[in-house]
């Protein structure tokens, strides 16, 4: 994973409540923009309106970019887009956006999108993006294996994850610079 143009660091751990929480909790201590921070499994995982995501250890992709203040309009938007474009050249699956933060194949969630603003005496300090990608999930509990799926069930492959996080960070630069 080489050739990033903003990205400055990519950390990878085994086990984390959130990657969001863990991204604030780091931006606070110092200069990290361009830092991110990945799991293999999140326990306290959420969404918008701070509903769960599921996050299963191997199989799921999460991770958290930290980010200036500057550049916050419309990070939603501008991630999704990245995803679908990298899911799509990837994969192939044809990944589509479900307004405003949920990346969709064949009508099921693949992917949820978190942004957080993180402000200081009522001036934004740094903003977070949590991006979380079901990709070699085979299974889902019953309370979303309705509204699921993975790429790994729309393609029938394993894939591999960190060429996904390499081609995701990739695409959310060319969208972001």
Same mark, same amino acid.
């Given at each position: 994973?080489?050739?990033? +143009?903003?990205? +400055? ?17 780091? %931006? ?10 990945? %799991? !293999?499994?999140?326990?306290? %995982?959420?969404? /918008? ?7 299963? /250890? ?16 419309? $990070? ?5 887009? %990245?995803?679908? /474009?990298? $899911? #799509? !050249? ?15 194949? #064949? ?25 979380? &990608? ?9 309370? &979303? +294996? ?7 069930? !729309? ?6 994850? /960190? ?6 960070? +990739? ?7």
């Amino acid at each position: 994973m080489t050739g990033y +143009k903003f990205i +400055k660091e990519i950390i990878f751990k085994d086990e984390t409540g959130s990657t969001n929480d863990d991204a604030k909790m780091l %931006a606070k201590s110092g200069d990290y923009v361009g830092f991110v921070i990945a %799991a !293999e499994l999140q326990t306290a %995982a959420r969404g /918008r309106l701070s509903h769960s995501w599921f996050s299963e /250890r191997g199989a799921g992709l999460g991770f958290t970019i930290i980010l200036p203040p500057d550049k916050t309009e419309n $990070l939603t938007i501008l991630a999704g887009e %990245a995803v679908c /474009r990298a $899911l #799509n !050249e990837a994969c192939g699956v044809g990944a589509t956006i479900k307004f405003p933060n949920d990346i969709l194949i #064949n009508g099921r969630k693949v992917c949820g999108i978190l942004a957080e603003a993180c402000y200081k005496n009522g001036a934004a300090e740094y903003a977070v993006l949590g991006i979380g &990608i079901n990709v070699n999930n085979q299974i889902f509990p019953d309370w &979303i +294996k309705n509204k699921a799926t993975s790429l790994y069930l !729309e393609t029938g492959k394993k894939q591999d994850k /960190r060429k996904i996080l390499d081609r995701v960070l +990739k695409s959310f630069e060319d969208e972001y610079l």
